[in-house]
């Protein structure tokens, strides 16, 4: 079994910044992407960011580019979301997922289907 643990978030004024980290644990596994998606309430859970493991390439929603930076640290296996710039409409629970299937297609990772272990979000809100 895979554990994913988010931690970070919070309530910020607009403006603020909040950096998310997940951390993967568990049996032997493989990581070739991690990724961040957000639900709001009475919302679909939708993507935010994506990092591939080996390489670091990375894709954003187009409403955090600019805003929010994506990273790892392969060795303790954790995956960040800087988010800067924070706005009232970011509010939501923040997930991560981990894709431990091979391969990374660029045209689809940011599809919820396309990651395999899910950790159990943290609340992010932010005040107008």
């Known amino acids: 079994q895979v554990q994913l643990v988010e931690s970070g978030g919070g309530l910020v004024q607009a403006g603020g910044s909040l950096r998310l980290s997940c951390a993967a644990s568990g049996r032997t596994f493989s990581v070739y992407a991690m990724g961040w998606f957000s639900q709001a309430p009475g919302k679909e859970r939708e993507f935010v960011a994506a990092i591939r493991w080996s390489g670091g390439n990375t894709a954003l929603a187009a409403s955090v580019e600019g805003r929010f930076t994506i990273s790892r640290d392969s060795a303790k296996n954790t995956v960040y979301l800087q988010m800067n710039d924070l706005k009232p409409e970011d509010t939501a629970v923040y997930y991560c997922?981990?894709?431990?299937?091979?391969?990374?297609?660029?045209?689809?990772?940011?599809?919820?289907?396309?990651?395999?272990?899910w950790g159990q979000g943290t609340q992010v809100t932010v005040s107008s």
């Open positions: 997922a981990i894709r431990s299937r091979s391969g990374v297609n660029y045209r689809t990772w940011h599809f919820k289907n396309e990651y395999d272990y």
